[in-house]
């Protein structure tokens, strides 16, 4: 169970912080709510207690964590399947499992994509929406503004082309 002021990740959606737990009635039934601000957006959720271990809601990493994730943004070789359809399905399957090292495989593996060969309208929207799950996660564990974050990205990519 979470606490108010806990810093959790909601995948498919991203990292914010939990502003109150307040017990709301929708369709006549009364549950308890996690009310999770989340920065980028500045948008509020509500998260029902009882399905949050269902939904994949936990703490954000750790600072030694961030470590592993920029090593796996500045890996080359990676892996995709050459169909469309499948690399789509292989990216989404990652996003959906909250796994912060999974997105940013995502992310990397499709900027590099986006570098080579262009990306498809449904990978670029794939691909804005993994950024900024992954953004706001990093932007909460170091405690940075999202142009800081934005910029690490950016010039890890610059070196992707060099």
């Known amino acids: 169970m979470f606490s108010i ?10 990292a914010g912080i939990i502003e109150a737990i307040e017990e709301k009635e929708i369709l006549g039934r009364k549950k ?20 949050s271990d269902q939904i994949g809601l936990r703490e954000v ?19 995709m399947p050459a169909n469309w359809n499948r690399r789509y399905r292989a990216n989404l399957d990652k996003i959906k499992s909250g796994n912060i090292f999974k997105v940013a495989e995502v992310v990397r593996n499709l900027m590099l994509r986006e570098k080579d060969k262009g990306l498809s309208t449904g990978e670029r929207k ?18 940075v503004d999202v142009s800081e974050i934005n910029d690490a990205l950016d010039s890890l990519f610059q070196e992707h082309q060099e």
């Open 5 to 14: 002021g806990d810093k959790v990740v909601y995948p498919m959606h991203g």
């Open 32 to 51: 308890k709510y996690y009310i999770m601000n989340m920065p980028i957006g500045e948008m509020k959720v509500m998260i029902p207690l009882d399905n």
């Open 61 to 79: 990493i750790d600072r030694q964590s961030v470590k592993k994730v920029f090593q796996i943004l500045r890996e080359y070789n990676a892996q």
């Open 126 to 143: 794939m691909l804005e929406s993994a950024k900024q799950i992954l953004i706001s996660e990093l932007v909460l564990v170091q405690g």
